[in-house]
């Protein structure tokens, strides 16, 4: 993971229109947070907070614990054609 990559949001498309449903926020010497802003949405950013990333890789969860490499498996994830993450710093 770059040193820049610290916040990625989950956006949905609903009716037409994209929805910023959620955010995580990572820095070196902290943990992982996460902002729902739409609960409807948020509840699958919400999953992986709570249950951790998928890695196909290794064909196991990275816990919100491991910081960076949470955040790196986060960005690598492929979602669905309704929900989709954005690297944003």
Known sequence: M???LRVISLHAVTAGKTVRAA???W???ND???TV???RWGSLAQHYYDHGVPDRASLTAVD?????????ALARL???SYCHLIVEK
Request: aromatic fraction near 8%.
């Open 27 to 29: 820095s070196p010497g």
């Open 32 to 34: 992982v947070t996460l």
């Open 23 to 25: 955010e995580f926020r």
């Open 64 to 72: 919100r614990a491991a910081g960076a490499e949470f955040m790196s």
């Open 37 to 39: 802003m739409d609960p």
């Open 78 to 80: 492929q979602l669905g």
């Open 2 to 4: 770059t040193a820049g």
